[in-house]
């Protein structure tokens, strides 16, 4: 059964829309092409979770937001986010849709780097963005999401590190949904040409625990040969956004991309992550930690394709149920033929913290050549009544030897984190989210 | 004060329906040490764990006290704040916890809120610990047990005693998977423990600890009982000449649980 997704957003509208922010054309031309084939396209079907009867449908487009001269000037809830002794020298700030800061070094600069909001990127640097949006790692006809993500597209940002290149200090995105209707149909674009390496780190948020609103995210991040790409992000999301958040990764011979995502939104959320290692001894490490409250569903898959020869995979799933929410945890390793000697690891693991709430691990292996190492583990439990013995017979209360288990649980992505403020922040959010 | 009284009185224990322990009668003051001995399976470990209130463990029968407070009416975290401490034979591993992490919980854990022991202090007692037994200063970054050879876990158990200092600490097997090097390191440092205001229970199988760790009593366990009781020399006297004399002194035949005279 098809659920009719009526839009309240047409060709003239998204027409206006492109003219407004000053677009290419070839970039009008592909949004309104994809709002034709939103109409005919399917939604996405992930893997045991029925997403039918969740908003897609209901928001409001588009919003400004007021810009600041300082970071000071940001309203108390964002600098949290900022280390207060260590200002980010590479820092965007996207209120609503609009830029509220940005900052570049100017020795980035200078070499070459480019860190800016989307529309700005399509504005000043139209043929490079040309070149990877929605080519190599998301397709606009993959789904009606999709589609829509790219009719739509309202924010974003763009990142592009130049052959040679080395980012030694992070790039930091915080995209904040401030207006409780406004939906973000982000498109995060991430390039590192050869031999280049670079830091990206990206929070969302909002605070719509009432109205409803849909976030619609879509990350490419393409690393070239022997480009090395750390990727951080925490999704924050309030009870009333329903997310689609699609991240996804390319890498060529040589190349790495490390993920490491804390989704801990708190309305129904699809979080798909999927890296294709295109290229002979590509690498990708995809660790995701999640906690899941209230009554919210989630469903989190998990890919990673080996083509290239001795390329290697590794993804991590941690997630954290309380109350009756549930989560799919799918973990999928898949080698194609001809990826000789490719590796293929996975480890899902589900913490259940109540009665109410379901969580599901899958693991799936799907291998199509034979001199290859594959492994996978996985296991849905409560909090082992061993470990919790062992640190109350130090004195420790249940409480405290509990919360020390579950924040243990969750390390493996909140240590990864680059920046110490974003680390300290995803913590806050555990400990507000468990407890 | 001279350091606290553990009575343990007429113990049995069963663990999945299975009684193991059948009245073991035992009394730990502080200044002592104290070591039961005795052949595998007859119920030393049951002993540490019970004491301890480990969850698979029942207790039947019989009373522990901690002067005079009732240990079995608390949870474990309260017998820990109690006093009392085990270092366990298989202690877990919480993997994303660091040591140092852990150790500063379990301190603070004892001491009254909003007075945590100060960063600084916590980490000079950590170090000059770590210096004393031997461990390599990162082992405090590393995660608790998480993939720490047997050896490191015994040390790992003895550097959470001496920073904890309970009243009474019962050792399970800390000997075993040390070697002999490791085994003088440990034992230096439970001997710097030995005080009025110390007691502790050392449970082994071998009289090889004892070399090192003089006890004051020594008691002989079979069958889920304290079957014999003495001094160092009957540690000694076991080392020479094994167990067999006691169970024919006994009448015994087989010295394991389940079994009776």
Redesign the interface.
């Known amino acids: 059964m098809t659920v009719v997704t009526k839009l309240p957003y047409d060709k003239d509208y998204i027409d206006q829309f492109s003219k407004d922010k000053n677009e290419p054309e070839w970039m009008r031309n592909f949004r309104l092409q994809a709002l034709e084939q939103a109409e005919s396209l399917n939604m996405p079907e992930p893997d045991k979770t029925k997403i039918g009867r969740w908003n897609f449908s209901k928001f409001k487009h588009t919003a400004t937001g007021e810009a600041v001269t300082a970071l000071e000037d940001l309203p108390s809830e964002l600098q949290d986010f900022f280390d207060a002794d260590k200002k980010p020298e590479n820092l965007l700030v996207q209120r609503n849709h609009s830029v509220a800061y940005a900052s570049l070094s100017d020795d980035l600069k200078e070499k070459g780097v480019i860190f800016t909001d989307i529309f700005t990127a399509l504005r000043e640097h139209g043929d490079l963005v040309k070149k990877y949006y929605m080519q190599d790692a998301v397709s606009m006809d993959e789904h009606r999401l999709t589609a829509l993500h790219a009719a739509l597209m309202n924010g974003g940002a763009f990142v592009y590190v130049p052959k040679n290149v080395q980012v030694d200090v992070p790039l930091q995105a915080i995209f904040w949904q401030e207006d409780p209707e406004v939906s973000m149909f982000n498109h995060v674009l991430v390039v590192a040409e050869e031999n280049s390496s670079l830091t990206y780190v990206e929070n969302y948020l909002s605070h719509n625990d009432n109205e409803e609103t849909v976030a619609n995210v879509v990350a490419e991040v393409i690393a070239k040969e022997n480009a090395n790409i750390d990727f951080g992000g925490v999704d924050n999301f309030a009870a009333g956004t329903t997310a689609y958040n699609n991240r996804r990764g390319v890498a060529y011979r040589d190349g790495v991309i490390d993920w490491a995502l804390g989704a801990m939104n708190d309305g129904n959320t699809v979080n798909e992550n999927i890296t294709h290692l295109i290229g002979d001894n590509s690498v990708s490490n995809a660790k995701t930690v999640s906690v899941g409250r209230g009554k919210q569903t989630q469903n989190f898959t998990a890919k990673i394709v080996n083509h290239g020869l001795d390329s290697d995979g590794y993804i991590l799933q941690h997630g954290v149920m309380k109350e009756q929410a549930s989560a799919i945890f799918n973990g999928i390793g898949k080698i194609e033929h001809g990826a000789t000697r490719a590796n293929a690891e996975q480890e899902s693991r589900v913490l259940m913290l109540s009665e109410k709430a379901r969580g599901d691990a899958n693991p799936i292996l799907l291998i199509d050549e034979d001199d290859v190492t594959a492994g996978h583990a996985a296991s849905v439990g409560r909090v082992?009544?061993?470990?919790l013995?062992?640190?109350?017979?130090?004195?420790?209360?249940?409480e405290?030897?509990e919360r020390?288990?579950i924040?243990?649980?969750?390390?493996?992505v909140v240590?990864q984190l680059p920046i110490e403020s974003v680390k300290q922040q995803l913590t806050q959010i555990i400990e507000r989210k468990v407890y | 004060m001279a350091g606290s009284t553990l009575e343990i009185k007429n113990l049995h224990v069963t663990i999945e329906d299975k009684e193991i322990l059948k009245g073991v009668d035992l009394t730990i003051k502080g200044g002592e040490f104290h070591a039961v001995m005795g052949p595998n399976g007859t119920g030393k470990s049951t002993l540490a764990s019970a004491v301890m209130g480990h969850p698979k463990y029942e207790i039947t029968e019989g009373s522990i006290h901690l002067d005079g407070e009732d240990v079995l009416e608390m949870e474990v975290d309260e017998r820990a704040r109690a006093g009392l401490f085990l270092a366990m034979q298989y202690p877990s591993e919480i993997s994303g916890v660091t040591t140092s992490d852990f150790l500063r919980s379990a301190i603070n854990a004892k001491r009254e809120e909003g007075d945590e022991i100060p960063l600084m202090k916590f980490i000079k007692e950590m170090d000059s610990t770590l210096d004393a037994l031997e461990i390599d200063k990162n082992m405090a970054q590393r995660y608790l047990n998480e993939g720490f050879s047997g050896g490191e876990k015994k040390r790992n158990e003895i550097l959470q005693l001496m920073l904890l200092k309970p009243e009474i600490a019962i050792l399970d097997e800390i000997d075993s998977g040390l070697d002999i090097d490791a085994l003088k390191i440990v034992s230096k440092g439970i001997n710097q423990m030995r005080s009025e205001n110390f007691g502790c229970l050392i449970i082994t199988h071998y009289q090889r600890l004892l070399n090192y760790i003089e006890p004051d009593y020594v008691h002989v366990m079979m069958q889920g009982r304290i079957v014999k009781s003495g001094g160092p020399e009957l540690a000694q006297r076991l080392e020479a000449e094994g167990y067999e004399w006691i169970k024919e002194e006994l009448g015994i035949e087989d010295e394991t649980v389940g079994q009776n005279a």
């Open positions: 082992d009544p061993m470990q013995y062992y640190l109350m017979s130090r004195g420790i209360t249940e405290e030897a020390l288990i924040h243990g649980f969750l390390a493996p240590n």
